[in-house]
């Protein structure tokens, strides 16, 4: 198995940052990539960003792209993800996941942390 513990939520105002840490432990040698999801209330669980664990390649959500930047310390088994110019659409509770695949499906991770509150003010 392994373990997800995501730290860095918070509330922001509108236009400004946060960065998120997924600290991974466990069967990390069975990784292939990790992604960030979110969920809002009364919304489906949506695909944020992925990186390859080996660090070669990343993936981004449309409504992302631009702002938000994923990158990971494999020597700490630590992916961040740093948001910039935050919006109140952005609020919501943000997953870290791992995979044994390249994907952008939440379907397809296998574990998950236990999630942490990111809430933008307008």
């Known amino acids: 198995q392994v373990q997800l513990v995501e730290s860095g939520g918070g509330l922001v105002q509108a236009g400004g940052s946060l960065r998120l840490s997924c600290a991974a432990s466990?069967?990390?040698?069975?990784?292939?990539?990790m992604g960030w999801f979110r969920q809002a209330p009364g919304s489906e669980r949506e695909f944020v960003a992925t990186?390859?664990?080996?660090?070669?390649?990343?993936l981004y959500a449309d409504s992302v792209k631009g702002r938000f930047t994923i990158s990971g310390d494999f020597a700490k088994n630590t992916v961040y993800l740093q948001m910039n110019s935050l919006k109140p659409e952005d609020t919501a509770v943000y997953y870290c996941?791992?995979?044994?695949?390249?994907?952008?499906?939440?379907?397809?991770?296998?574990?998950w942390g236990q999630g942490t509150q990111v809430t933008v003010s307008s």
């Open positions: 466990g069967r990390t040698f069975s990784v292939y990539a």
């Open positions: 990186i390859r664990w080996s660090g070669g390649g990343q």
């Open positions: 996941a791992s995979t044994g695949r390249w994907t952008t499906r939440y379907e397809s991770y296998d574990y």
